[in-house]
């Protein structure tokens, strides 16, 4: 296992009801800003219950934070933070929501342009306000990681940093405030949690046995929770499931000690950024297809995988992988996610796009060592279509 340090300071409140328990996590002199996206936190009913447990604090609202934040719409925000002298944020959304919110807490207090601490990846912050988060998509573990996110509207660039200072201080994870969603979205959820685990497990054997049992244990949640909750979408339990599930997915405690393999998100942001495709669903094209070319580097992991999650013992190694992979996709597919680019009208022309963008964004040594050069992201496109 590799040298780590495992730092979390996120308080979960998790549970039916525990929005109220935000009264209790802030001070009463607190000054609050409530950022949301659209209308559906409305209309559920869950901002009404923020608006109940900040009492006769100070607040103010800021909605309209995008599915893919925009560092236009966020930086509307923090001029609003900055007028009103407001001195806490709290996200009420899925990951975009928090996401951003995470952008504005660094960007209220810096000093210069705010940009840079995506150039940067966050080592420009050196201060941020605190914030709080009440999720309503599980799907990105934002909630309990120091990651976020952000789109650049006028350059289309998706730029990702990270910050301790920006862990938030509690989380609230209410199941019954994921019923209202819309199932893709549910199912999107799925997805991206699953590939958030795979890239901290589908690499090489360390001899992280806490982490590679946690991780295999994530994924055959996951892989029940799909199928159900499509056919029981009011079952609470699952419900529950999935949301803590996403969280573990992304809160450091599986990728302390082991390499990770980042490719498929970086490939997928840019797939995002120039199609708009959702974010798990340019998941869904790229790792399937990142198996297929990296299966020698992934092998013995490939095995493992096949063996200890998906229960595929017999035949020649090579069958194996090819099984594990088939089953992978399958997986995705049967949950209504395309795996090809083929779904989006995505062509050669396209992959040539994506290679120059990932090139103009430094992503030319890739994977869990850095030998994902632009050619074999190349490949992994070519395969994907």
Not at 106 to 125: F, N, Q
Request: proline fraction near 4%.
């Amino acid at each position: 296992m590799q040298n780590f340090e495992f730092y979390n300071p996120t308080r979960i409140l998790f549970g039916k009801g525990m929005i109220a328990q935000i009264n209790e996590q802030l001070l009463p002199e607190a000054r609050v800003l409530v950022l949301y996206g659209g209308a559906s936190a409305e209309r559920s009913g869950t901002l009404a219950e923020v608006r109940t447990a900040l009492g006769s604090r100070t607040f103010r609202e800021f909605g309209g934070i995008e599915a893919n934040p925009t560092y236009e719409t966020l930086m509307k925000a923090v001029a609003l933070v900055r007028e009103e002298k407001l001195d806490f944020l709290l996200a009420v959304g899925g990951g975009s929501v928090m996401d951003g919110t995470k952008f504005v807490a660094a960007a209220v207090p810096y000093d210069g342009e705010p940009w840079d601490i995506l150039v940067s990846k966050g080592e420009a912050a050196k201060k941020a306000l605190p914030l709080g988060t009440v999720v309503t998509l599980p799907a990105t573990g934002s909630e309990m990681n120091c990651l976020s996110v952000i789109s650049r509207q006028s350059t289309g660039d998706k730029l990702l940093f990270s910050n301790p200072l920006i862990y938030p201080r509690f989380s609230v994870l209410d199941p019954m405030r994921t019923m209202s969603l819309p199932m893709k979205q549910v199912i999107n959820g799925v997805v991206d949690s699953f590939v958030h685990v795979m890239e901290q497990y589908m690499t090489y054997p360390v001899d992280g046995m806490a982490q590679d049992r946690f991780s295999e244990g994530l994924l055959s949640s996951l892989i029940e929770i799909g199928p159900r909750i499509t056919a029981t979408p009011d079952d609470y339990d699952l419900r529950s499931n999935l949301m803590w599930v996403a969280t573990l997915a992304l809160n450091g405690l599986i990728g302390a000690g082991v390499p990770h393999d980042w490719t498929t998100h970086m490939i997928g942001h840019e797939i995002t950024a120039k199609y708009h495709i959702d974010h798990a669903r340019t998941l869904a094209l790229v790792f399937p297809a990142l198996l297929k070319v990296r299966r020698n580097e992934k092998r013995a992991k490939l095995l493992q995988y096949a063996a200890r999650v998906w229960n595929l013992n017999a035949g020649t190694e090579d069958e194996r992988i090819d099984a594990v992979i088939r089953k992978t996709e399958e997986f995705f597919e049967n949950l209504g996610v395309p795996t090809h680019l083929s779904a989006y009208d995505i062509g050669a022309e396209g992959i040539n796009d994506l290679v120059r963008q990932l090139e103009d964004h430094g992503m030319t040594h890739l994977g869990e060592n850095g030998d994902v050069t632009l050619d074999v992201s190349r490949r992994i496109l070519e395969a994907a279509a």
